[in-house]
């Protein structure tokens, strides 16, 4: 038996996925979108090369987080400057930029490096049903 090492997906071997963020556990749903992504539900998975899948995300404000984390979970950015700190709760994160919730907790989930950049350029995520990407037939991925 030989074992087979891809060194760069066919553009042609990409699938499209949607998935439906409606009620759905924060973490849980990042730990699949990230696996989609790298591509670790294919046997062709390889780390070092992208064999993964693009992924569209739907419902991104509807996206249900366990205990109190609603109104405890922080959020923090630094400009680099002096009192450049900016904190914001889940909840407020919410209201102003809900697609940013799970973008943070997928990335948290990516390896640490360039190619994990080029991975999460395959994640677009959608606030409401609606999403600009019909054009490319993506199938529904029950999570």
């Known amino acids: ?48 090369c992208d064999t993964g899948d693009y992924v569209v995300v739907i419902n991104a404000e509807k996206i249900a987080v366990t205990g109190q984390k609603e109104s405890n979970k922080t959020y923090a950015n630094f400009s680099g400057y002096q009192s450049g700190l900016h904190v914001r709760t889940l909840q407020e994160l919410r209201q102003k930029h809900p697609e940013e919730i799970l973008l943070r907790a997928v990335t948290g989930m990516m390896p640490k490096n360039n190619l994990s950049r080029h991975m999460l350029k395959k994640l677009h995520i959608c606030v409401g049903e609606n999403h600009p990407y019909a054009a490319q037939s993506p199938i529904a991925y029950e999570c």
């Open 1 to 48: 038996m030989k074992t087979t090492i891809v060194t760069q997906a066919n553009p042609s071997d990409k699938k499209w996925y949607l998935i439906d963020a409606k009620d759905k556990v924060l973490g849980t749903l990042a730990v699949k979108i990230a696996n989609i992504l790298r591509g670790r539900n294919k046997t062709t998975y390889t780390p070092q």
